[in-house]
DNA sequence: TAATAGTTTAGAACCATTCTAATATTATAG
DNA sequence: CTATAATATTAGAATGGTTCTAAACTATTA
């Protein structure tokens, strides 16, 4: 058991396969959002379909979230390792990860309206750089 | 300018077609969250292709806004009459709309942390029915 | 009422994702 | 170590929600 992703699968009821170990890594190591296309091209080994498998196995799982809200009209995919939330730039579709609120009030907001379990969130903001032409006030 | 729905699409720059006042009312009336192909359905004298473009357009002018994190695979479509976030209950797919929480905070969080000016949000939280037949804590 | 700019439409096309079913691999037990 | 059962991987086909096309129509303006 020397490696530690080789436990994480396991503690996750999945059997620890190369394709697997592999995408696991890759997700935990970039920030970049990826389609499942994007991940296939930069590990070739790995087919589409597993690609595409392992991903909805590790949303599952909670390991990876899914961020289709972009205007390319492609799933996009990030590592769950720590709570945050996304601010997408429209004009140029960079996703930015950020950190610096709280959702805990949002999930109590949303166990009172509903009476449901809140198991999950999502928080999308959509932006733009703010233009610095302008001129006077 | 007896109709006010008239006024609304002209003063967001659109023409005031037949289609285009019968799919405005229906989304300001109706808070099913439904699909392309449910409005259709509702309404069949609009084709299919008009409700996405139609659709589309007020999505751009901020009438409409997509809720496309939904398990059926299908783009969901919810009027933005007023400020509001979604609960989606995973067993069911029922959409409910909340509003007992003021996005205030995230927005400024967000623009904090980007530099971007925040012209859109969305926020959906998941959740279940919370186990009524748990006999022991 | 004519001009024009924009809208609607049926059906075809697209393409991201899912499915199929044959092959290969992992985990487990003997 | 095998053998075994269960599960995972894969190439390519299929799917189906959405977008596109280009011809017919309509709101608007003068």
Redesign the interface.
């Known amino acids: 058991m020397l490696n530690p992703l080789k436990n994480v699968l396991q503690e996750h009821g999945l059997k620890a396969t190369t394709q697997r170990l592999t995408l696991l890594e890759y997700m935990m190591t970039h920030d970049n959002h990826p389609t499942a296309e994007m991940i296939h091209n930069e590990l070739p080994d790995i087919s589409l379909a597993t690609v595409y498998n392992t991903l909805e196995k590790f949303v599952e799982k909670k390991l990876v979230v899914?961020i289709?809200?972009i205007s390319d009209g492609k799933r996009h995919y990030d590592a769950a390792d720590h709570p945050h939330?996304h601010?997408i730039?429209?004009k140029t579709n960079e996703i930015?990860d950020?950190?610096?609120?709280d959702p805990a009030?949002?999930?109590k907001?949303?166990?009172?309206?509903?009476?449901?379990?809140?198991?999950?969130?999502?928080?999308?903001?959509?932006?733009?750089?703010?233009n610095t032409n302008e001129v006077h006030s």
């Open positions: 899914i289709d809200g939330y601010v730039n429209t930015i950020a950190a610096n609120f009030p949002l999930i907001a949303a166990q009172a309206a509903t009476g449901l379990k809140i198991t999950e969130y999502r928080i999308d903001l959509y932006g733009v750089e703010p």
